[in-house]
């Protein structure tokens, strides 16, 4: 026994140290994504997620999301909330502020505790899910409960799954404040309360509703604000309710530098011919195609997919259910093509989606800001085309000067390199909770699409539609509007959130 110590002392030599394994080394990580990137997420201080001395179980779940390092807003964020200090952020869309105040988060949270520790607060049903998924993929080695709760979906279900710990509750306004009024959701040791977006949170509609649900939360509460733009009604609530925040402020400029964006002087009854030649001319991984009203948005819709294309729809008014499975679908590339109301302008990630454009032309530079940086995501590359008629032209300059950037003529060609990657197919995709069993919003995907489809009947107001989905490839050669063959009127047939269209556009779709 001593001669064996011995022997293990003399082949020990001094100043060796165990080679420590690398944390990223042990775990399955998904596979890199190798797009080239602009300084909105690259210009940071080289600090690495293991400096912010995080949780083992945390740090897993960051790197099997795809995280490497992190981006400027969460490295300014980050140690900043882990001491538990209010905090007041703006960034761009796009470049990780739902991480930087999701992470931190985590790391607070008790799970040995059944009380709700962290108020998430969105302004829309669809980031509330996506939120909600973000603290479920990077926290799933926590062993902690999150739960999403909106308005259009039943509150007896809500209640009950407040009967069991939910650690971290991610909502709207309205329906969290419901379920705190009614005393079913406890916040008087919650101690983290966050909003996303907070100018839309803040706004009128809300701010009555938002100064309630403060009221049920401890007074050494933790405040944490995110958004991109602050208007005055910011500062207001700030000197309001938040102890001295630490202020961030990375808008050096208000746009993408990797979105590209373009405008085409267009006659209102051109417009759908012009979205025609777009589809045909360029290389679309995803897009989303903005209008201003409700109506416009099923209208084009349906003239999308009686041009052959692959289409899906959303709005307000649509059933929450079928905006669940519409949002669902999109993000996981179920189709190419998305027509939608000012419904999904906020904080909504797709990485896929690397062309917007904008049928009409909004009517302010913050709804154009939030517009166009649907693409563009996590300092990649996309393009913003705007059609514009004659009506529209004061707004263009307007907003052009009000956001210091340049809206260019669209060009005869326009370069590849500004939008398109060598290996679309490795854009990343999110990790999704299985999808609500409805398909209303999605317009019949044809046989354009690359790999088999199947087929399933779903109810729709008492009718029954052809819910034909395939999920199609996101690869280079022609252009990506999606083309399908021209089978018939049943291929070309669009399903009606509400069974048919109600009202008139604001003008007419030709």
């Given at each position: 026994m001593t001669d064996a110590l011995a022997a293990q002392l003399g082949n020990t030599k001094l100043g060796e140290a165990p080679t420590e394994q690398r944390l990223q080394d042990t775990l399955n990580l998904p596979p890199k994504d190798a797009r080239p990137q602009t300084e909105d997420v690259t210009a940071t201080k080289g600090l690495e997620f293991e400096d912010f001395y995080i949780k083992r179980e945390l740090m897993m779940g960051i790197f099997e999301a795809g995280f490497e390092k992190p981006s400027p807003i969460q490295e300014e964020t980050i140690p900043v909330a882990l001491t538990g200090r209010d905090i007041l952020a703006r960034a761009k869309n796009g470049t990780g502020k739902t991480a930087a105040f999701v992470i931190p988060t985590l790391e607070r949270i008790n799970p040995k505790s059944t009380k709700t520790q962290a108020l998430i607060l969105v302004p829309t049903r669809e980031l509330a899910l996506q939120t909600s998924q973000v603290c479920?993929?990077?926290?799933?080695?926590?062993?902690?409960?999150?739960?999403?709760?909106?308005?259009?979906?039943?509150?007896m279900d809500d209640i009950i799954r407040l009967n069991d710990a939910v650690h971290i509750l991610v909502g709207t306004p309205g329906r969290v404040l419901d379920l705190a009024s009614k005393g079913v959701a406890d916040l008087s040791e919650c101690p983290t309360f966050v909003m996303d977006e907070a100018d839309k949170l803040l706004s009128p509609e809300f701010t009555p509703v938002i100064e309630q649900l403060l009221s049920f939360h401890p007074k050494d509460r933790q405040a944490m604000l995110f958004s991109a733009t602050f208007p005055l009604i910011v500062k207001s609530f700030k000197d309001k309710h938040m102890r001295n925040p630490y202020e961030i402020n990375l808008m050096d400029e208000l746009t993408l530098r990797g979105i590209t964006q373009y405008y085409a002087f267009v006659e209102e009854k051109q417009k759908v011919h012009c979205l025609n030649t777009l589809f045909s001319k360029l290389q679309i991984n995803q897009s989303i195609i903005f209008c201003n009203s409700t109506n416009r948005v099923e209208l084009l819709a349906k003239k999308i997919t009686e041009l052959g294309y692959s289409c899906f729809y959303s709005h307000a008014r649509m059933l929450q259910q079928h905006r669940n499975r519409v949002f669902h679908d999109f993000r996981n590339g179920v189709c190419r093509n998305l027509?939608?109301?000012?419904?999904?302008?906020?904080?909504?990630?797709?990485?896929?989606?690397?062309?917007?454009?904008?049928?009409?032309?909004?009517?302010?530079?913050?709804?154009?800001?939030?517009?166009?940086?649907?693409?563009?995501?996590?300092?990649?590359?996309?393009?913003?085309?705007?059609?514009?008629?004659?009506?529209?032209?004061?707004?263009?300059?307007?907003?052009?000067?009000?956001?210091?950037?340049?809206?260019?003529?669209?060009?005869?060609?326009?370069?590849?390199?500004?939008?398109?990657?060598?290996?679309?197919?490795?854009?990343?995709?999110?990790?999704?909770?299985?999808?609500?069993?409805?398909?209303?919003?999605?317009?019949?995907?044809?046989?354009?699409?690359?790999?088999?489809?199947?087929?399933?009947?779903?109810?729709?107001?008492?009718?029954?539609?052809?819910?034909?989905?395939?999920?199609?490839?996101?690869?280079?050669?022609?252009?990506?509007?999606?083309?399908?063959?021209?089978?018939?009127?049943?291929?070309?047939?669009?399903?009606?959130?509400?069974?048919?269209?109600?009202?008139?556009p604001q003008a007419p779709i030709s």
């Open positions: 479920k993929t990077l926290g799933k080695h926590l062993g902690i409960n999150v739960m999403v709760t909106t308005g259009g979906t039943g509150l027509v939608c109301s000012d419904l999904l302008t906020r904080g909504i990630d797709i990485q896929a989606v690397n062309v917007v454009i904008n049928f009409d032309f909004p009517k302010n530079a913050e709804t154009y800001l939030h517009r166009i940086g649907r693409s563009g995501r996590f300092g990649h590359l996309g393009l913003a085309i705007n059609l514009i008629n004659w009506e529209d032209r004061f707004n263009l300059y307007k907003i052009e000067q009000e956001l210091g950037t340049e809206i260019q003529p669209i060009p005869q060609n326009i370069d590849k390199k500004l939008y398109v990657y060598d290996s679309p197919e490795n854009i990343p995709r999110p990790i999704s909770n299985p999808p609500p069993q409805t398909g209303a919003g999605s317009v019949n995907m044809g046989n354009g699409d690359r790999q088999p489809r199947r087929q399933s009947n779903h109810p729709n107001n008492g009718q029954y539609y052809n819910n034909n989905r395939g999920r199609g490839s996101y690869r280079g050669g022609r252009g990506q509007g999606q083309r399908r063959g021209q089978h018939g009127s049943d291929s070309n047939r669009i399903a009606f959130a509400q069974g048919q269209m109600g009202g008139q």
